[in-house]
């Protein structure tokens, strides 16, 4: 079975500060996901990865960074947290090549800017 | 572009009915679709997709879906629901023919609750 494991469950964080989410998955995947999940909202793509130091901008990117130096691992950097940021955060992954194999999920990390 | 919609929040059902989770899509190509479940404080997981052939696909724990080509839709069913089904329900699609990186788009959720 798939395990994708992300460090945290739960993280309080303040305004300002740098906050780095960890993701790490054990099927040797080459794609990796971050999202993140609001009320009403779905789940909303926030950057992907194809490969090791590849990076691609999803749909709110803004605010966010990413660092994939490992196959396993891909984090996810809020460079300065911000209150509007406070969400539950996914990370994800899957194989490559045929694009209709699913996606894998943590657990997800929910996330508080004070 | 490619979108998906699930017109219902919250869907109620007695349990020993059947239930449906309506999801409707729009890709320019030929869609991939898929479902997943989520349950309180947990990740989402993959209950079933729909790639090609079969309209009806089956999936985990009892529930199916129908790919309707003419009316874009792919709803989720379960001929008999269960307490335990109560939970989030996410459909996704993904456009065939745009580019790598398995990117799918979600709906917005529905929360399902079956009340004995």
């Known amino acids: 079975d798939v395990k994708v494991t992300q460090s945290s469950r739960y993280l309080v964080k303040r305004t300002g500060e740098k906050v780095f989410l960890e993701c790490v998955q054990d099927?040797?995947?080459?794609?990796m996901f971050w999202y993140r999940q609001d009320p009403g909202l779905g789940l909303r793509l926030i950057y992907f990865s194809y490969d090791v130091k590849m990076k691609e901008k999803g749909d709110i990117p803004e605010g966010y960074s990413v660092s994939r130096e490992k196959k396993e691992r891909f984090s996810l950097i809020l460079e300065s947290a911000s209150t509007n940021q406070t969400s539950m955060y996914l990370c994800?992954?899957?194989?490559?090549?045929?694009?209709?194999?699913?996606?894998?999920f943590g657990d997800g990390t929910r996330l508080s800017i004070l | 572009a490619q979108s998906v919609a699930q017109p219902e929040d919250q869907v109620n059902v007695a349990e020993g009915n059947p239930l449906t989770v309506k999801c409707t899509y729009s890709?320019?190509?030929?869609?991939?679709l898929f479902w997943y479940v989520q349950y309180p404080n947990r990740g989402l997981q993959f209950l079933l997709k729909y790639i090609t052939g079969d309209n009806l696909v089956k999936g985990s724990y009892g529930f199916e879906a129908e790919f309707n080509k003419s009316q874009t839709s792919f709803h989720l069913k379960k001929p008999s629901a269960l307490v335990s089904d109560s939970a989030l329900y996410f459909c996704a699609v993904r456009d065939a023919v745009t580019g790598g990186g398995n990117k799918l788009t979600f709906g917005t959720g529905t929360q399902l609750k079956v009340e004995l």
């Open positions: 890709v320019s190509g030929n869609p991939y």
């Open positions: 099927m040797d995947h080459e794609n």
């Open positions: 994800a992954s899957s194989l490559a090549g045929s694009s209709n194999q699913p996606q894998h």
